[in-house]
């Protein structure tokens, strides 16, 4: 059995975008061209230390004509990459981080379900653990209602 969402979806308005993708990669990503994967924020809770982050899955994508053909699926390797993505953005949002805050470490990952396009994955992050140079996010990933995969991320902040 799938364990509670970290954030109460129905509370969040999937269409109110508190950072669009242009805002999110200039002021706080330094990602460009196809690692940009985030495609905006819809909810930002500093009492939770919560964010929810979109990535609309299309047709379109890259990643899309070679992975599984005849059956093209999401990577795990990028839903797992936007949610470090989001984890980061959470830091800047949540605890004004400065600086970037680099891929360093996954645990607890579990992957649920598949994702196809197209479809909008919500990335829900909550920081679990605050410091300088460490952050520890809680994360999961959720497709029309249903938990797609889980993971704690750790960023490291790069000099």
Known sequence: MPPPLLVD?????????????????????????????????????????????????????WWFRGHVPGRPLLPGVLMLEAAAQASAIGACLLRDHQGFLGFGGVDRCKFRDTVTAPSRLFLLCVLADYRPRRIISKNQGVVNGRLVFEADITGLTLR
């Open 9 to 61: 979806l129905a509370k969040v308005d999937p269409d109110h975008v508190v950072l669009s993708r242009e805002q999110i990669y200039e002021r706080h990503l330094p990602h460009r061209h196809e690692f940009m994967l985030i495609d905006g924020i819809c909810s930002v809770d500093r009492d939770a230390d919560a964010i929810v982050a979109f990535v609309d899955i299309r047709a379109n994508a």
